[in-house]
């Protein structure tokens, strides 16, 4: 044995222990597993120290190509984290602590989940958000089983300009249940109203769009909303925060409940998570939220403090009755979105929305003075937009790979006669000198 | 405390953005903005260090305080996992999707692999899905494919429902409820499991799964857990594990040995990751040969070369469970703490888990009511019905607790046990520390007969008291517009 | 003066020229604590004897209520929407949830009086 491994006891410290519960040995204790369940040992490693641990993880790391430029986007974006965030969540009273249960000493997570609700409530117009779901693409699927529960109706109308993994997870989430989605083809990179208008009708409980859409397209949905409500439906519609800084607010289109990814809010992007879902509804809709949920209240001596509350809506009340079944969320990625919506602050936010659309407005311009390249959209667009080249994106952005540019996600995967089709993202992060040399070296590939 | 916003002054910034070196854009139409910017806080970094350093104050967690919440396995988490993580912060996970991809991402991708062989090692599975990212979402994900294994045998609409024991965590009906199964609950025995006789009446061919915890909330092993097992099979049922108490039992039992068709291990108890206020956790599936093809993809393999591959398109699989390859951050955590605790380390770990709960146990019985009074595994169950004669409660023993800075145990879990106290001390902490727990434990027992005022007023030493918790629910104030 | 009755699970029916109002006794209000929300069923919904009527949460808790008799639900007590607290300070009266015009007053026969059902209440 070479060290402890976190595991303290002397050997005269075990055998008081014993003695104290009265058996000889520690593998007396496990005697209520049958001996024929037993398991055979175990074929992992040996184990090694912190020193040999943090190398072999620095050596996995650096499997990984390091220091790509990244014009990529689809959900997860490559934002400014200021450095507070990492040492303020990364204070061992924050995230070593668990599900704030026992409210008195738990009142640092609950005020900042009271914060981070208030930030989400304020951010998107709407009047009551959770504490947090996964990610992006669940929020959605729980944002559409809300509207099939208070609706009690069964199909789910979703545009395919919504994010390609969301309506994937969505479609996962629902394959087992009686509900039917009806997926409406984009035209030129935006919503297809005519042919929206075509299926949407009485049976149905929501519509599911997004804004920016997958194309980086901009939209107003306030007509959608209308149209929805007159039918009984709700409208659901995925945001990426950062635009929210400048955009129209889902509250303000009049979207039922909103939904999206918080990673673009000071998580890192470490490989597709841990982020954050956000959910904010109206408030009429606060019985059937999914999710903890912390309230305002007061204690014996009048004062000010916080607890999870409407808990009887939990999975830990109402078991299969509950209106989901999430319990662990993404508590500690909320907090770093609370900090980060602080830090860059009210100003700063409209500030940096504007300043992602600025850089992403001038790649826009140079690329689609490269020869052969046109814009898709019509529309305006926010920090992402989509380019046609004149031969398939698949092969461009592979060759790209290999020069350290993430050039952007060709739509090949995921739509019919777009193969040459390819989203370009630009963050504040990317510089002009960056983009020009990606322009450059994107109109040499073309020429090639 | 005021809220942050209650600290914003107009105009006041916390962050000055990278300069614009590029032209402004011409503005976007009216139509298409919000009318007012959102009402966000406005503070200097400085004022918001303050301000949640100050909140992280009024926390207890376990690098400050003993938290020996039942079913939670509040462990200690090693700091190497911290900077180990921060390894991977950079790297985005669409590049892996882009064509030729996966070959800038081996150290990410292999890490997944690796984990989800490590993990099928110690459970007893085939093979692993990283994707889900908590233990309930694994848990839907592993009735999710166990609805893909009935559909594909052309039995979707026979098999309606799922079984569970009473005594289950909440999750387990709730995710086999979304996943769109009728629930059939199965009363627990005096002998603290499920009533097996009960169990065989429930079984019938239209169950679709059985879903246990084993050791169980009670903190209970099952010895007739392969019987069950059987039984289940006989029906062409299959068998759920809830790995939330495998700190337990690990390298003692691999669930696929005793019939255990498809489990989720929760990365944020049993492997060391950080509990983070309530998340992120992580919740791989392990599931049986049979279950491999409806795994949710992309799949990461191995291929002939050694170079991992992602798997896109398969017919069977039931598809995406989250945007990309899961909580990777927490993964990465949870694969540090295995290669460096190694196959010695988790054993130990799991037996003094199991040590530690029954000294807890032992040294407790006098003073508290044990309900189902036998060996326990990793944790132990109390119930304060002794307490209650005085009319002192669970919940006022845990708000003593507080006092004496003790983050308190479960409480009023399980449901079927009256006034329970469910205490969970995990394997890292030491026998100084539980005996000066226990001393309290004791001296909250004889206080319930001699001063039961004293802890109904608990806590005192708290920033608030208790707290009017029908207030918040009626007047659902549950967030601050501006 | 109506008459009462009581089922198993707690809920109380008082009749009158056909019509029943229904309610929780108070020993179901008082387990459950104080009272957060009822959620009260649709008007004109019929419902069957022991189906789910409508339900209530405490702080802690859940529960459905059942229907104590088959019928049409012709009346709520919307009072209950923002005061859910009427069902704590006077379960038999004030808070009563719903009016149903009863299918079949021969169900009747499988409730409780309220002497059987305090004698049942002994037994818990």
Sequence with gaps: ?448 | MQLIYEKSIPGRRGVKLPASDVPSAAALPAHLLRAETAGLAEVSELDLVRHFTNLSRRNFSVDTNFYPLGSCTMKYNAKVLENSAALFAPFHPMTALLPGGEEFCQGTLGMLHDLGLLLADITGMDEVTTQPLAGAHGEMTGILLVAAYHAARGNKAKKKYVVVPDSSHGTNPASAAIAGYEIITVPTAPYGDMDLELFKKAMTDEVAAVMMTCPNTLGLFNPHIKEISDIAHSHDALMYYDGANLNAIMGKVKPGDVGFDVIHVNLHKTFGTPHGGGGPGSGPVGVKKALIPFLPQPRIIKDGQGLFQLESKRPGSIGRTANFFGNFGVMAKAYAYIIMLGREGLVRASEQAVLNANYIKERLKPYYDLPYDMTCMHECVFSASKQLAHGVHAIDIAKFLIDRGYHPPTVYFPMIVKEAIMIEPTETESKGTMDAFIEVMIEAAQMAETNPQALHDAPLTMPISRLDETKAAREQNVCCMA | MAEIYFSKEHEWVKVKEGIGAVGISEHAAHELGDITFVELPAMGKTVKQFDILAAIESVKAASDIYAPVSGKVIKVNEALDTAPEIVNESAEDAGWMAWIEIADEAELKNLMTKEQYDAYLKTL
Excluded: W
Excluded at chain 1, 90 to 109: H, K, V
Excluded at chain 1, 180 to 189: F, L, S, T, Y
Excluded at chain 1, 408 to 431: I, M
């Design chain 1, 1 to 448: 044995m070479n060290d402890s491994h976190y595991c303290p006891h002397t050997p005269e410290e075990i055998s008081e222990m014993l003695a104290a519960i009265g058996v000889s040995s520690v593998e007396e204790l496990f005697a209520p597993i049958p001996a024929e369940l037993r398991a055979k040992p175990l074929t992992i490693p040996a184990g090694m120290s912190e020193f040999e641990t943090f190398a072999r993880m620095q050596a996995i790391a650096g499997e990984n190509t390091q220091g790509m430029t990244n014009y990529i986007g689809g959900g997860f974006y490559d934002h400014i984290i200021p450095s507070a965030i990492d040492h303020l969540s990364g204070r061992a009273e924050f995230y070593t602590a668990y599900t704030p249960y026992q409210p008195e000493c738990s009142q640092g997570t609950l005020q900042a989940l009271f914060e981070y609700q208030t930030a989400i409530c304020r951010l998107t117009g709407l009047g009551v958000s959770n504490a947090s779901l996964y990610d992006g693409g669940t929020a959605c699927a729980e944002a559409a089983m809300m509207a099939l529960r208070v609706t009690g109706r069964n199909k789910i109308v979703v545009d395919a300009s919504v994010n390609p993994f969301s309506r994937q997870v969505l479609k996962t989430y629902l394959f087992n249940l009686d509900v039917e989605i009806v997926e409406i083809a984009p035209v030129n990179g935006a919503l297809d109203r005519a042919g929206l208008a075509a299926v949407l009708d009485e049976t149905v409980a929501a519509l599911l769009v997004q804004n920016p859409n997958f194309f980086g397209t901009i939209d107003d949905f306030t007509d959608l909303a209308q149209q929805v409500h007159t039918l009984g439906g709700l409208l659901i519609a995925s945001v990426y925060p950062v635009s929210l800084g400048i955009l129209k607010s889902p509250g303000e289109m009049g979207v039922d409940i909103a939904v999206g990814d918080g990673q673009s809010l000071g998580n890192p992007l470490s490989f597709g998570g841990p982020s954050f879902g956000f959910i904010a509804a109206k408030k009429s809709l606060i019985r059937n939220m999914p999710g903890r949920i912390v309230g305002e209240t007061v204690d014996r001596n009048g004062k000010r403090g916080f607890v999870l509350t409407l808990q009887a809506r939990e999975q830990h009340i109402k078991r299969h009755k509950a209106t989901s079944n999430i319990c662990s969320n993404q508590g500690l990625c909320a907090l770093r979105g609370l900090i980060f919506l602080s830090l860059v602050g009210k100003q700063g936010l409209a500030d940096m929305a504007v300043l992602n659309r600025d850089k992403a407005e001038y790649a826009k311009a140079r690329l689609a003075a490269i020869p052969g390249v046109k814009v898709l959209q019509s529309a305006p667009t926010f920090n992402e937009f989509t380019i046609s080249l004149p031969k398939p994106a698949a092969a461009l952005v592979e060759g790209m790979l290999k020069e350290g540019i993430t050039a952007g996600v060709p739509l090949c995967d995921f739509y019919e006669g777009l193969e040459n089709a390819l989203v370009v993202t630009v963050t504040e992060k990317r510089s002009k000198k960056e983009i020009d040399h990606f322009a450059t070296l994107l109109e040499a590939a073309l020429c090639n």
